[in-house]
């Protein structure tokens, strides 16, 4: 059984931002919302305020990375995003990178097996995108 934690996933993309939410002992993790990422300091403020209502200890952003494990453009963007909403989070908050290579596609084949089309699924992909980044994470830390 893990140790008690309060996690916060992030699914970033330059058009919507998805966010999912672990249970309290860090077993599970649930979709919260998903954030229009138009405007990225409202985007980034949003964020900010739901980890201090929430008081997140981690947050764990996913790093979409070429399909060879390399960097590109779209990492570039996702860490300048986080330098952005370093200064809105608490100074004790760690900050968490995952590949996220294969979650959309992982939380869209879930989403068909619950009965969601993909035009039905638009709205929650990417907070159940960013469901399969916390729950990555939860796993790796209970060590399952």
């Known amino acids: 059984m893990s140790d008690w934690v309060r996690a916060m996933g992030v699914d970033y993309g330059t058009a919507r931002i998805g966010l999912a939410v672990s249970d309290d002992i860090g077993l599970l993790a649930h979709p919260l919302e998903t954030v229009p990422a138009a405007d990225l300091d409202r985007a980034a403020a949003r964020i900010g305020e739901l980890v201090r209502e929430r008081r997140t200890e981690h947050l764990v952003v996913g790093l979409p990375l070429h399909m060879n494990g390399s960097e590109g ?7 300048r995003f986080i330098e952005r909403l370093r200064p809105l989070l608490p100074e004790s908050i760690s ?27 638009r ?15 939860l796993d790796l830390r209970a060590g399952s």
């Open 73 to 79: 453009d779209a990492v570039a963007g996702v860490r």
């Open 95 to 121: 900050i968490h990178e995952m590949d996220e290579r294969h979650t959309t596609r992982n939380a869209m084949e879930k989403l068909h097996a619950a009965g969601r089309n993909t035009k039905n699924s």
């Open 123 to 137: 709205k929650i992909i990417d907070q159940a995108a960013a469901v399969e980044i916390l729950q990555e994470w």
